[in-house]
């Protein structure tokens, strides 16, 4: 994608979030800094934050994942990954997040997701697995309409997203099929 196409794409991506209200009601937010022509987040970010709710962003810890808040204070470096994260040592379990928008590279009619293949998100959210005692937080996929495919063959390590937005649309996942 050209950059003018991408950043258009990224407001009509970031347009879409304001219409979930789980998005906009969430009071824990985690969203994710971009990398690699991943789709920015600044829009949402602003938005949140105008809100009142607490954004919080992944640091990576070990072979998972850890939240800490991000704010205009916020001192961020990068990760062995190349990926910027805040510095504090402040971090929020994952299970008192209400959303979480997630990065990927490709994703499906089903909620399956595909990331860049390290499972970090997988790993930290093995408790949504677990059974229907778990409601949140709601993971949404977050890329472009050209990153969806009909079909992934789940994983049992898998995480289901809960939803998917596009520049193109919003996607609602349930039982397994997409509810566009």
């Known amino acids: 994608m050209s950059t003018s196409a991408r950043r258009l794409a990224e407001k009509k991506i970031g347009d879409q979030l304001e219409k979930i209200s789980v998005v906009r009601q969430a009071k824990r937010l985690a969203v994710y800094l971009s990398i690699d022509g991943e789709p920015n987040l600044t829009f949402t970010i602003i938005k ?3 809100r009142k709710n607490i954004v919080l962003t992944p640091v990576v810890h070990g072979k ?16 062995r990954l190349g990926i910027q994260e805040p510095s504090t040592g402040i971090f929020i379990d994952p299970l008192l997040l ?17 990331g860049m293949g390290a499972g970090y998100y997988d790993r930290c959210f093995q408790f949504l697995l677990s059974g229907t005692s778990w409601n949140k937080p709601k993971m949404i996929g977050i890329g472009y309409e050209f990153q969806k495919v ?3 063959e789940r994983q049992p390590w898998d995480v289901p997203l809960w939803g998917a937005v596009t520049e193109k649309g919003i996607y609602k996942f349930q039982s397994g099929e997409n509810k566009k």
């Open 48 to 50: 949140s934050k105008k």
């Open 64 to 79: 998972t994942l850890c939240f800490s808040p991000l704010n205009n204070k916020s001192k961020l470096r990068k990760n």
């Open 98 to 114: 209400d959303v979480v928008l997630v990065p990927l590279v490709v994703f499906d009619n089903h909620g399956t997701r595909i």
């Open 150 to 152: 009909e079909n992934i």
